[in-house]
């Protein structure tokens, strides 16, 4: 994949030179400095082709980082290690400097024969490579900082040392939703679906197991069959209204998938601090928590009367924020006059919309906009109501529940080796759920 790895100095001297691939000789070297760092005008561009080599190169406060290679490569994938290699390097020394190269010649060259093999990048984890790459002078370690590190590699968790200590063992769990829909102007849902992560914050002492239980379906009814037939019938009525189907989901590293697939069951040791322990998408049963109904009326040859509700549909003690309303207006408009009870409206030329906003709102309450709207004289007057209707309106808002109907079960907390039980640890769980592409066509 990549032929050669150099690194330069702001003069244009080769400080490391590193080839993998024998169809890279030592004169791509000059043809990079000549064509790029002395080059008269600036190179914008982080790919250049040259006498068909691309390289491939990011800037690094006064040094030049360039992969080199003659064949088809994915260049998000050679300038994701390119970045990796920067912050394997700060990692073992400091910043990133030509004097620091300098002192570091062996170890840098050790350290590039561990991420790439034959042009391939392979271990770009700085915890796993620290394990490989035990070279003193640059940064001593001490001996518990080497138990620590052999700790991980034996235990098989490279994402949490151990020896962590806090006063105070607190989880925080945020679940953050995104719903998009597409609704018709009569009301019917043409495509709806929930994308969802599941963010958490810990701070815990030792190695602690946790379990996470969501109300997923397969779970749910599982429960149901092993109880009897009674019991099983009243569950899978329950289940059938607050339990959701997760149609596809993605964990962090940390999970122990074996339980997931035969318990169900979230079972993990945490890394400190925050982390994405998973992602997934679900498109049945969920809760539309606005509903826009829109009106356009066409009142003369050059005017037109939109009218538009936006009903929310969630419990009343809950409040709805960020509130944000953009309706579309045909590109001969000359000027709108607007009425709205709450919130403020106003109309932006430049984007041909009618932006209205407002701060929060109630659930089950309802809102109108009124405008009225000036159109420049045209040869036919219809065509202005047809570019309103082709463009749906859409919204932007933020609700504190989530709209897939995910909830948490249970977090449970286990360390055996300290004293500390589930019981003692502070445990904060949010939801929050927020519009991605949210319209309601107009007709």
């Not at 390289?55 to 360039?66: G, K, V, Y």
């Not at 990048?121 to 700085?126: F, L, R, W």
């Not at 400190?272 to 969920?286: H, P």
């Not at 005017?303 to 944000?324: G, R, T």
Request: with cysteine; charged share 25%; glycine share 6%.
């Amino acid at each position: 994949m990549i032929g050669g790895l150099f690194l330069y100095n702001h003069k244009g001297e080769v400080l490391i030179s590193r080839v993998y691939r024998d169809d890279i000789g030592r004169n791509a070297v000059d043809a990079f400095r000549v064509s790029v760092i002395h080059a008269r005008q600036q190179v914008r561009s982080p790919v250049t082709n040259i006498a068909r080599t691309s390289f491939f190169h990011i800037r690094c406060a006064n040094l030049w980082l360039a992969a080199v290679t003659k064949q088809n490569v994915n260049a998000a994938c050679v300038f994701e290690f390119l970045h990796k290699t920067v912050a394997i390097l700060e990692s073992y020394f400091g910043k990133l400097t030509e004097e620091s190269v300098k002192n570091n010649f062996v170890l840098i060259y050790e350290l590039l024969d561990e991420v790439l093999d034959f042009g391939y990048p392979q271990k770009t984890d700085v915890g796993i490579l620290k394990t490989y790459i035990t070279q003193q002078g640059v940064k001593t370690q001490s001996a518990a900082e080497q138990t620590q590190i052999t700790s991980q590699v034996t235990g098989q968790i490279g994402w949490r040392r151990e020896g962590i200590k806090y006063r105070r063992n607190e989880l925080f769990l945020d679940v953050l939703e995104s719903i998009n829909l597409l609704m018709s102007a009569q009301g019917q849902t043409l495509s709806s679906h929930v994308s969802g992560r599941v963010v958490m914050k810990s701070f815990l002492s030792g190695m602690p197991e946790c379990k996470f239980g969501l109300n997923d379906k397969l779970v749910l009814e599982k429960q149901a069959k092993a109880s009897t037939q009674e019991a099983a019938s009243l569950e899978k009525k329950a289940g059938a209204k607050n339990s959701i189907a997760i149609d596809d989901c993605t964990f962090h590293q940390c999970v122990k998938l074996s339980k997931f697939e035969t318990e169900r069951s979230i079972s993990f040791i945490p890394p400190d601090g925050e982390f994405e322990l998973m992602r997934y998408r679900t498109t049945k049963d969920i809760s539309l928590p606005f509903r826009v109904i829109p009106l356009v009326r066409e009142t003369g040859r050059t005017k037109l009367e939109i009218k538009v509700v936006v009903k929310s549909n969630f419990k009343p003690q809950q409040l709805a924020q960020k509130i944000e309303v953009r309706i579309p207006t045909p590109s001969n408009t000359a000027g709108c006059q607007l009425l709205c009870l709450k919130g403020k409206a106003k109309y932006k030329a430049s984007e041909n919309a009618i932006i209205w906003k407002m701060r929060r709102m109630a659930g089950l309450k309802e809102s109108q906009i009124s405008a009225e709207v000036e159109l420049l004289p045209s040869s036919d007057s219809a065509t202005a109501q047809k570019q309103v209707t082709k463009a749906p309106i859409s919204m932007n808002f933020e609700v504190p529940f989530a709209c897939s109907g995910l909830k948490v079960r249970y977090l449970k907390v286990f360390e055996p080796k300290l004293n500390y039980s589930d019981h003692d640890t502070v445990k904060w769980v949010r939801y929050i759920s927020r519009s991605g592409a949210y319209e309601t066509r107009v007709q």
